[in-house]
T-cell receptor, first 116, second 112 residues
Framework: EAGVVQSPRYKIIEKKQPVAFWCNPI?????LYWYRQNLGQGPELLIRYENEEAVDDSQLPKDRFSAERLKGVDSTLKIQPAELGDSAVYLC??????????????FGPGTRLTVL | QQQVKQSPQSLIVQKGGISIINCAYENTAFDYFPWYQQFPGKGPALLIA?????SEKKEGRFTISFNKSAKQFSLHIMDSQPGDSATYFC???????????FGPGTRLSVLP
């Protein structure tokens, strides 16, 4: 079974440019997460989707970040315009949805963004 | 209150030794405490997790000890191996995946 797929793996852009990251979750996983991981730190949740609905986007900087999951499968995270402080690894994760207990989150390899 | 504190920041252990990583939390609404292992260039992978209704959970060489009253939990890696060298993150979550918070990580190096 394929894991969580993310692309691109690496991206280098100039500040003020736009950038987009793509994630394809594990088949059948209704819940999708986007995290940001700064160097030497733990992942920080940006947004969580249940199917196509964003159920937790409280940590998403909405002035420059946007995300979508139109058909409840793959998802795109966009930054426009990018700032120097956005340099980080952007991780996508997915899990089954259950109201009874926690399901394991499976992480993709991440996209390493460098903003110059 | 949403933070999870983790220590030490880095840890060096000899092969065959015991690695111990500690975490503490404040939010009493947290009721799920996983540990993740991350190798360079890879995403984190779930290692072991515990719910607060038990004080200890063991899976192979990995054990979580949980102290609900102290709001602390720890990961013990027995018979540490060089292949265990990675960064370990504790995390906490409540309400079926809401408020999912990671600790800052511990970089473990196991010397051969």
């Amino acid at each position: 079974e394929a894991g969580v797929v993310q692309s691109p793996r690496y991206k280098i852009i100039e500040k003020k440019q736009p950038v987009a990251f793509w994630c394809n979750p594990i088949s059948g996983h209704n819940t999708l997460y986007w995290y940001r991981q700064n160097l030497g730190q733990g992942p920080e949740l940006l947004i969580r989707y249940e199917n196509e609905e964003a159920v937790d986007d409280s940590q998403l900087p909405k002035d420059r970040f946007s995300a979508e999951r139109l058909k409840g499968v793959d998802s795109t995270l966009k930054i426009q315009p990018a700032e120097l402080g956005d340099s980080a690894v952007y991780l996508c994760a997915s899990s089954l949805t259950s109201g009874a207990y926690y399901n394991e989150q499976f992480f993709g390899p991440g996209t390493r963004l460098t903003v110059l | 209150q949403q933070q999870v504190k983790q220590s030490p920041q880095s840890l060096i252990v000899q092969k065959g030794g015991i690695s111990i990583i500690n975490c503490a939390y404040e939010n009493t609404a947290f009721d799920y405490f996983p540990w993740y292992q991350q190798f360079p260039g890879k995403g984190p992978a779930l290692l072991i997790a515990i719910r607060p209704d038990v004080s200890e959970k063991k899976e192979g060489r990995f054990t979580i000890s949980f102290n609900k009253s102290a709001k602390q939990f720890s990961l013990h890696i027995m018979d540490s191996q060089p292949g265990d060298s990675a960064t370990y993150f504790c995390a906490a979550s409540g309400n079926y995946g809401q408020n999912f918070v990671f600790g800052p990580g511990t970089r473990l190096s196991v010397l051969p």
